[in-house]
């Protein structure tokens, strides 16, 4: 079982940048697509960007193309979410999940999961 933890989360002000990190243990990380999904206060938790296993494929939502930036080192165990342009609609809990292989955008695809961690966005 792979254990992970997210960190980089905040406040910032709009139009700031965070850089949210997503460190495995456990097993190595490199099989496996690693997706970061987010959960507003009242919302369900969605998908907002994806990496495949080798890093070559990577798939974001509507809301955050342009502006987030998924990449990994697995030689680090590590995948990141470098967030610029941040809105106040961005601010939400932050979670990492990982699946075999390939990349997902359904949460039920993902078998394990982070804490989270919590990027607020002020106005």
């Known amino acids: 079982q792979v254990q992970l933890v997210e960190s980089g989360g905040g406040l910032v002000q709009a139009g700031g940048s965070l850089r949210l990190s997503c460190a495995a243990s456990?097993?190595?990380?490199?099989?496996?697509?690693v997706g970061w999904f987010r959960q507003a206060p009242g919302k369900e938790r969605e998908f907002v960007a994806a990496v495949n296993w080798s890093g070559t494929n990577k798939y974001y939502d509507d809301s955050v193309k342009g502006r987030f930036t998924i990449s990994r080192d697995n030689a680090k165990n590590t995948v990141y979410l470098q967030m610029n342009n941040l809105e106040p609609e961005d601010t939400a809990v932050y979670y990492c999940?990982?699946?075999?292989?390939?990349?997902?955008?359904?949460?039920?695809?993902?078998?394990?999961w982070g804490q989270g961690t919590q990027v607020t966005v002020s106005s």
């Open positions: 999940a990982t699946r075999s292989l390939n990349i997902a955008t359904s949460r039920m695809s993902y078998d394990s």
């Open positions: 456990g097993r190595t990380f490199s099989g496996y697509a």
